[in-house]
């Protein structure tokens, strides 16, 4: 009898909680490990795994998975017949998908951590696991975040540095529990204005990708860090440029009057809208310019404010300033003195 079966037997008698072996190049699970029913915790990292048997399902109880550094390519389906898992770690292996059958049978993990694999897509049965609190998935080769796991409404850290994402849904501020949002070395060039309905956000790294500047939303995060190094970020460098007055399209006119309309209640131009559900589904987009405060739709001026990280936004990791993004809806807003926006210049 091995020393792994010897300690197994052991565990059965004793009715352990914990099962754990490591470092014993291990590619097949010892038959006894599934007769110990009562282990709440199994940690089987560094050996050589590549499956695990379907007998195991008889750990009912496991509550704390760790699979980490073997050489599993998918996640095993037994771990979708653990109905109690809270903790599953299987970085380090060489997984090229996280299976949808098995993570959608989650329901009550609340951290995968499967760093360091070569997964492509995460599945859109991610919105299975909505006790789902922490997600790593860093250095992996993820190209986009799914929509669905902004049904994971509990997540309080999303770790998706060294990836391949370009862009982030805009969606991304129904998480209003997250913190922690990691998704440094990525190819994205902005951030959606509603990461500031992120209102728990504490820590944001978005160090090496090509962000040109921050959106406004920022200001209602509760940022304490912010990692933006390594980024084209716009400086604070004046350049000539000359004076251009508006042209607008008869679209964002007709838009612009109707908006108006509605500051007054008794207008019959906003009494005959508000019965076009098509016209207020276009409108649903409309945003206010920083300047004049007035409404507008498709057409206006994109500026950058510089904003000190310490004093105004509070950071205790930053010194300088950080360019803002700002939108003025006319060049006539542009031209008013007493504000602090200027136009961008990208170099040609």
Same mark, same amino acid.
């Given at each position: 009898? !091995?020393?792994?079966?010897?300690?197994?037997?052991?565990?059965?008698?004793?009715?352990?909680?914990?099962?754990?072996?490591?470092? #014993?190049s291990l590619?097949?699970? =010892?038959?006894?490990?599934?007769?110990?029913?009562?282990?709440?915790?199994?940690?089987? #990292?560094?050996?050589h795994l #590549?499956? *695990?048997?379907?007998?195991?399902?008889?750990?009912?109880?496991?509550?704390?998975?760790? +699979?980490?550094?073997?050489?599993?390519?998918?996640?095993?389906?037994? *771990?979708?017949?653990?109905?109690?898992?809270?903790?599953?770690?299987?970085?380090?292996n060489h997984?090229?998908?996280?299976?949808?059958?098995?993570?959608?049978?989650?329901?009550?993990?609340?951290?995968?951590?499967?760093?360091? &694999?070569?997964?492509?897509?995460?599945?859109?049965?991610?919105?299975?696991?909505?006790?789902?609190?922490?997600?790593?998935?860093?250095?992996?080769?993820?190209?986009?975040?799914?929509?669905?796991?902004?049904?994971?409404?509990?997540?309080?850290?999303?770790?998706?540095?060294?990836?391949?994402?370009?862009?982030?849904?805009?969606?991304?501020? %129904? /998480?209003?529990?997250?913190?922690?949002?990691?998704?440094?070395?990525?190819?994205?060039?902005?951030? =959606?204005?509603?990461?500031?309905?992120?209102? !728990?956000?504490?820590?944001?790294?978005?160090?090496?990708?090509?962000?040109?500047?921050?959106?406004?939303?920022?200001?209602?995060?509760?940022?304490?860090?912010?990692?933006?190094?390594? &980024?084209?970020?716009?400086?604070?460098?004046?350049?000539?440029? @000359?004076?251009?007055?508006?042209?607008?399209?008869?679209?964002?006119?007709?838009?612009?009057?109707?908006? @108006?309309?509605?500051?007054?209640?008794?207008?019959?131009?906003?009494?005959?809208?508000?019965?076009?559900?098509?016209? /207020?589904?276009?409108?649903?987009?409309?945003?206010?310019?920083?300047?004049?405060?007035?409404?507008? *739709?498709? !057409?206006?001026?994109?500026?950058?404010?510089?904003?000190?990280?310490?004093?105004? +936004?509070? +950071?205790?990791?930053?010194?300088? &300033?950080?360019?803002?993004?700002?939108?003025?809806?006319? %060049?006539?807003?542009? %031209?008013?003195?007493?504000?602090?926006?200027?136009?961008? !210049?990208?170099?040609?």
């Amino acid at each position: 009898m !091995s020393v792994a079966d010897t300690s197994l037997l052991t565990a059965v008698r004793g009715k352990s909680r914990s099962v754990t072996i490591c470092n #014993k190049s291990l590619k097949a699970i =010892p038959p006894l490990l599934c007769k110990v029913t009562s282990a709440e915790q199994l940690v089987l #990292k560094n050996n050589h795994l #590549k499956e *695990l048997p379907y007998e195991l399902e008889n750990l009912k109880d496991l509550r704390f998975v760790n +699979l980490g550094n073997n050489i599993f390519e998918d996640l095993p389906l037994v *771990l979708g017949c653990l109905p109690n898992i809270t903790t599953l770690h299987i970085f380090n292996n060489h997984l090229t998908e996280l299976t949808g059958a098995v993570v959608e049978r989650l329901t009550r993990c609340r951290t995968l951590n499967a760093n360091n &694999n070569r997964v492509e897509i995460i599945p859109p049965e991610i919105r299975g696991m909505r006790s789902l609190q922490v997600l790593c998935l860093e250095r992996n080769l993820v190209a986009t975040i799914p929509r669905e796991i902004l049904s994971c409404l509990e997540i309080t850290e999303l770790h998706l540095g060294n990836n391949r994402i370009k862009e982030l849904p805009r969606e991304l501020g %129904y /998480l209003r529990n997250l913190k922690k949002l990691f998704i440094y070395k990525n190819e994205i060039a902005e951030i =959606p204005d509603e990461i500031g309905h992120c209102q !728990s956000l504490q820590i944001l790294d978005v160090s090496c990708n090509l962000i040109t500047m921050f959106p406004e939303g920022i200001y209602h995060c509760a940022l304490k860090e912010l990692h933006c190094d390594e &980024n084209p970020l716009l400086e604070h460098l004046p350049v000539l440029s @000359q004076n251009v007055h508006d042209i607008f399209y008869l679209k964002e006119l007709c838009a612009r009057m109707i908006l @108006q309309s509605f500051k007054d209640r008794n207008s019959i131009l906003r009494k005959s809208a508000t019965v076009r559900p098509d016209i /207020l589904n276009v409108l649903k987009d409309a945003k206010k310019c920083v300047v004049c405060e007035q409404s507008y *739709l498709f !057409s206006w001026l994109e500026c950058v404010h510089f904003v000190n990280a310490k004093s105004e +936004l509070k +950071l205790k990791n930053r010194a300088g &300033n950080i360019p803002i993004r700002a939108c003025l809806c006319s %060049y006539d807003c542009f %031209y008013t003195e007493g504000h602090n926006y200027f136009a961008v !210049s990208y170099p040609n």
